[in-house]
């Protein structure tokens, strides 16, 4: 098990709001498996393909209240809802939202969470920013905007961001990662932001997808390896030993029988894992393939579904249910 070592600032100086406004039976048998909410019955079609091109969603959600499809958009910043017959129709549009990235419902509190990030910086266009945008989930209303970047105050002038991913614990406390500084930001439930891990050590460290743990822990993805971080000792980081390589490891999402669902956006496919050693090591569980590149993924239902933005072409974006092999 390889450790990386980072600083961890829990009692980081905080960052204030800018502008407000039945669990399944586990993979295997093992307490270290969460426990997945119970899916209701959900009705989607095998593919879903947009109306139009270009929006580039590059996260997707399913708002299992509202049975709504959401996609965020890295062209456009909106919240769209991609509807059964390719219809898209925006459900958030806030002007400080620049490039949304990954988004999670927080169901027991109503809410979206947006990573809110400027795709510009991957094209050379500035220092970008890191941002959680809080929305109503009924509604689409603001109810935060929390300035993430703020709380890097000893971080080097022409330090970059880009928040990517955000994963909510049971708490409602929202865990956010930010690729291009190396960090993962943690926002209160009532919009209170610090920075919860500073990696430091590993050259390229790009922390991406994430998923919270019951147990009191954090899953991140980074490159081709993932990464266990103790909520309770955020001070080092350990490596779990992968069955297999899993490249470009980007979104990632727990299947409703407990399996830990990574999206591979270089290996157009999604793989399975589960562990019996509490994501010390992970044991392969299944993999789905596809033909064009996904990014990350939504449960809907007892089902996977990926999202297909087409970052290079016009063509329009798909949804797509996966099946596991």
Known sequence: MTRLPFIATLTAATALLAGCGGAPEPAEETAAQPEAAA?????????????RGGF???????????GRLLTGSLAEGSIFQLHEDGRVT????????????????????????VANSDRSVFQGGG??????????????ARLAMVDLGATLTDAPADTVHFANDVAVADDGTAYVTDTRAGVV????????????????????FAPNGIVYHPSGYLLVASGGSLWKVQLDDAATATQVTLPEEIPGQDGMVWRPDGALAIVSNSGNRVVALTSADDWATASL????????????????GDDI???????ADADPPSVQRVAFQ
Do not use: C, W
């Open 56 to 66: 580039i969603p590059e996260g997707v959600e399913f708002d299992t209240a509202g």
């Open 90 to 113: 925006a459900v958030v549009t806030d002007p400080e939202l620049v490039s949304s990235v990954g988004i999670e419902a927080d169901e027991p509190r109503n809410r979206l969470l």
């Open 185 to 204: 930001y943690r926002v209160t439930p009532d919009f209170q932001a610090s920075v919860l891990s500073r990696f430091d050590g590993l050259d390229g």
């Open 305 to 311: 579904y990926v999202v297909h933005p087409h970052f």
């Open 39 to 51: 899916s209701a019955p959900v009705a989607l079609p095998e593919s879903i393909t947009a109306e």
């Open 127 to 140: 220092r970008g920013h890191a941002k959680l945008g809080v929305y109503d989930l009924a509604s689409g």
């Open 285 to 300: 569980a299944g993999v789905a393939t596809y033909d064009t590149q996904a990014t990350t993924a939504a449960v809907v």
